[in-house]
């Protein structure tokens, strides 16, 4: 799978998972690729939860590649407040590719669910990203747990799996292959696909790789 998957996706991608799982990360990459390939596209910052790590954080580096960026009002300035961005309605039945970053755990998924039928109407994939490092003793029975409690507050369906264990700039080839067994159980339990591995390029899979640049960086790794 890995970037051959990705064209084949459908214009509505949702990012969502826990927090930390590295949920923004993606989705900018994501947004990099597509409109890199030519397509016009669109990066819906939803998460109204965490104001740390989150996409309207890299609107120069989106803007730079002509990608839009749909973000609360207020992102960005000492006002933060939890405002959904009133362009994402249209945004959602607009032309190009649509990416939503939506905040973390079921609690940040609750603003998604009020645009669920007009997303069920124009079709969408529901990417679940999963850090098995982010943890120390993770437990894939009560990661399938907070998947369904995402996919309650969003009134939607995770579509599948996406695998993207990291330590920061400790992360080796070594570690991705070792979170493999975590993934595939959380998989199981939740009946869904891997669609693919995040990482790094020389770090992941040769198969079902979609390479990533690593852009969302905590302050001692700036």
């Not at 032309?95 to 939503?100: D, T, V």
């Not at 399938?144 to 599948?160: C, F, H, I, Q």
Request: glycine share 10%; net charge negative; proline share 6%.
């Amino acid at each position: 799978m890995g970037a051959c998957f990705m064209a084949l996706s459908p214009k509505n991608l949702i990012i969502c998972g826990h927090y930390g799982a590295g949920k923004t990360n993606l989705s900018v990459n994501l947004a990099l690729y597509f409109a890199a390939r030519g397509e016009a596209v669109t990066v819906a910052d939803l998460d109204l939860v965490n104001p740390y790590f989150r996409t309207a954080d890299f609107r120069q580096l989106l803007a730079g590649a002509g990608v839009r960026l749909v973000a609360p009002v207020y992102a960005n300035t000492n006002l933060d407040i939890p405002v959904v961005p009133p362009q994402l309605a249209g945004a959602i039945g607009g032309e190009g590719r649509l990416i939503i970053d939506v905040g973390g755990d079921d609690d940040g998924a609750v603003a998604l669910g009020g645009y669920s039928a007009q997303l069920e109407r124009q079709g969408y994939a529901m990417y679940y990203v999963i850090n098995a490092l982010r943890e120390p003793d993770p437990d894939p029975l009560e990661e399938a747990a907070l998947l369904r409690a995402v996919e309650k507050s969003a009134r939607l369906k995770v579509t599948g799996l996406v695998n993207n264990t990291n330590l920061g700039r400790e992360t080796t080839a070594e570690i991705i292959r070792n979170s493999r067994g975590y993934v595939d159980a959380v998989a199981k339990a939740a009946d869904l696909p891997v669609l693919f591995t995040a990482a790094s390029a020389g770090d992941g899979p040769e198969d079902g790789m979609f390479p990533v640049t690593v852009y969302v960086k905590p302050p001692w790794e700036e």
